[in-house]
């Protein structure tokens, strides 16, 4: 079945303890992206990679940081989390040239 | 700030009736704006999507229509139904490889 996996689903952590969320897609496509969101604001893109060892900030990439070492994996990586990073986030992919995204079920983090 | 805009934040309908969702947009580079359709407790998912060379686009029940003028765009449901209940976000993308921007997103429910 095609698909975007992340793990964990849910976390809960304390302010400055390291973390990694994975994402990973059975899919072989090119674009993968990372997104939080919350009430009110909708989805905030935070990283983006058009491809392997190419990523880019999207609109909030402070406080994170990200890697694309292999074309179906795509961790998004806290280094010391703060409580304004609790949010619901969600990884996504795209093929080539289409535009259609296929969202990940979201991991519900909460930083202490 | 946000580059676009959606408006209601939360809609009631009829079953049988035609929900409305409207966005607006600054930026006059985007040249791809899809809406997404997104259940409690899952990641989004492509519903549709127009590019700026047409003024309209349907599928089934749902037609996106768009004015490029008034750097407008909205989703009209006809036919609205119980399990169109969710929350729907507009949003654009610069081009193939650039971030995209979501509206804040717009909570539909349907009575039966």
Request: aromatic content about 12%; charged content about 20%.
């Amino acid at each position: 079945e095609a698909q975007v996996t992340q793990n964990p689903r849910y976390l809960i952590t304390v302010t400055g303890k390291k973390l990694t969320v994975t994402c990973s897609q059975n899919m072989n496509h090119e674009y993968m992206s990372w997104y939080r969101q919350d009430p009110g604001l909708g989805l905030r893109q935070i990283y983006y990679s058009m491809n392997v060892e190419v990523t880019d900030k999207g609109d909030v990439p402070e406080g994170y940081k990200v890697s694309r070492k292999e074309k179906r994996n795509f961790p998004l990586i806290l280094e010391s989390p703060s409580p304004n990073q609790t949010s619901l986030y969600f990884c996504a992919s795209t093929q080539g040239q289409s535009d259609t995204q296929y969202f990940g079920p979201g991991t519900r983090l909460t930083v202490l | 700030q946000q580059q676009v805009k959606q408006s209601p934040q939360s809609l009631i309908v009829q079953k049988g009736g035609i929900s409305i969702i409207n966005c607006a947009y600054e930026n006059t580079a985007f040249d791809y704006f899809p809406w997404y359709q997104q259940f409690p407790g899952k990641g989004p998912a492509l519903l549709i999507a127009i590019r700026p060379d047409v003024s309209e686009k349907k599928e089934g029940r749902f037609t996106i229509s768009f004015n490029k003028s008034a750097k407008q765009f909205s989703l009209h449901i006809m036919d609205s139904q119980p399990g169109d209940s969710a929350t729907y976000f507009c949003a654009a993308r610069r081009g193939y490889g650039q971030n995209f921007v979501f509206g804040p997103g717009t909570r539909l429910s349907v009575l039966p």
